[in-house]
């Protein structure tokens, strides 16, 4: 799969404040002491593209519906800050949110099939956010040239069709234009290109980028792959068990991660089988991560730790603060010595 190449930002460095600033952030089970993310400081620049990466249940998913006010039944927000353009969005009325939605802030799920209404046509979904921007025939000829914009091909037979009538491929692209009808600054990618196979991912993560670039739109883009990390995003940030570990440039963390749980998650990405011939896999499981209240959350399965016992009363004992490394780059552990980390094989 050929990726579209993320180019830095040229020109003077952008001072403006972050167009999307998370602080303290923690969501927790609605009736039980416990937090599926905790602490979590976030920020998104204008145009730029962030990734948030980890496991599977690591809480990168939650954390996108936090951001969005759309948590389901049984999770609540019980601490923080979401601010979107300087505007608080924690606490906001449902009916001020609904304003936010689509126009500030949009999102872009996995499994589109899953998420369209199969009982509505793809022009009356796609044409939610333009409600008040027109006439009925001006708005279809507006979802007509969304459609056409991603790459659909006859798209007013499309915009009449129903989801079951569209390929994953195609209900993607409607879920896209569905998107970026209302114009937002900031997209939230959730795993976008997951259900699709690999030359349709390819085409996905390209029209994403034109828009990107076309719109000077920002993305935060919650992935696993590290293949679409590296060659899509400006910044990474790496969650563990509902707390950023690592976050920095991506050339810099790819290159040169720190945190031993990004370190492992860049050696399993690549699949180069081991001496034994068994591909790379991080020992133990993170199920369990979020019942550790003291130290570090990812210290059971930790390979730095295992072999230096004169980290383990640290690393079991205090949970280490994320630190600054320059840069931008900061990282949550207790080995923090080049020796220790080096660069990644």
Same mark, same amino acid.
């Given at each position: ?29 609605t009736g ?21 990466v ?16 759309l ?14 353009? @300087? ?14 939605? @689509?126009?500030?802030? #949009? ?17 009356? *979904? ?5 409600? #008040?921007?027109g ?17 659909? %091909?006859? /798209? ?8 079951h !009538?569209l ?23 959730? !795993?976008?290109?997951t259900?699709?196979?690999? &030359?349709? *991912?390819?085409? +996905? ?6 828009? *990107? ?5 920002s +993305?935060?883009?919650? &992935? ?12 990474? =940030?790496?969650m ?6 690592e ?18 998650l860049?050696? =399993? ?10 591909? %790379?896999s991080? %020992? ?15 210290? /059971?399965? =930790?390979?730095?730790m295992?072999?230096? %016992? ?16 320059? *840069?931008?780059?900061?990282?949550? =552990? ?5 020796? &220790? ?5």
């Amino acid at each position: 799969m050929t990726l579209p190449t993320s180019v830095p930002t040229q020109g003077a460095k952008d001072t403006r404040a972050p167009l999307l600033e998370v602080r303290n952030l923690k969501v927790g089970i609605t009736g039980r002491n416990k937090e599926v993310v905790r602490g979590l400081d976030l920020t998104v620049g204008h145009g730029e593209v962030v990734a948030l990466v980890g496991e599977s249940g690591s809480g990168k998913s939650v954390t996108a519906l936090a951001l969005s006010q759309l948590l389901p039944p049984g999770l609540e927000i019980t601490e923080g800050s979401v601010r979107m353009g @300087g505007r608080e969005l924690v606490g906001t009325s449902e009916k001020d949110l609904t304003g936010i939605r @689509g126009r500030d802030l #949009s999102m872009l799920f996995q499994q589109p099939q899953t998420m369209l209404d199969p009982t509505s046509r793809v022009h009356v *979904q796609v044409a939610e956010p333009l409600a #008040s921007k027109g006439s009925g025939r001006a708005t279809f000829a507006r979802v007509v040239d969304l459609l056409r914009g991603v790459g659909i %091909p006859d /798209p007013e037979a499309r915009a009449r069709a129903f989801s079951h !009538e569209l390929s994953g491929g195609m209900a993607q692209r409607v879920m896209m234009a569905a998107a970026m009808a209302g114009e937002p600054r900031l997209l939230i990618a959730d !795993e976008p290109t997951t259900a699709l196979d690999v &030359t349709v *991912q390819a085409q +996905i993560l390209r029209l994403l980028r034109d828009e *990107q670039r076309k719109r000077d739109l920002s +993305i935060l883009l919650i &992935t696993h792959d590290l293949s679409i990390v590296s060659a899509f995003s400006d910044r990474v =940030c790496v969650m563990y068990a509902g707390r950023i570990v690592e976050e920095g440039p991506t050339p810099q963390i790819m290159k040169h991660p720190a945190h031993p749980y990004t370190r492992a998650l860049i050696r =399993c990405s690549l699949l180069e089988p081991e001496a034994n011939g068994a591909l %790379p896999s991080i %020992p133990g499981s993170s199920s369990r991560a979020l019942s550790i209240l003291e130290g570090c959350r990812f210290a /059971p399965r =930790c390979h730095v730790m295992a072999a230096a %016992p004169d980290l383990e009363s640290a690393c079991c004992a205090t949970e280490p603060a994320l630190e600054s490394k320059g *840069q931008g780059w900061r990282t949550r =552990c207790h080995a923090t010595d080049a020796q &220790t980390h080096g660069d990644a094989a």
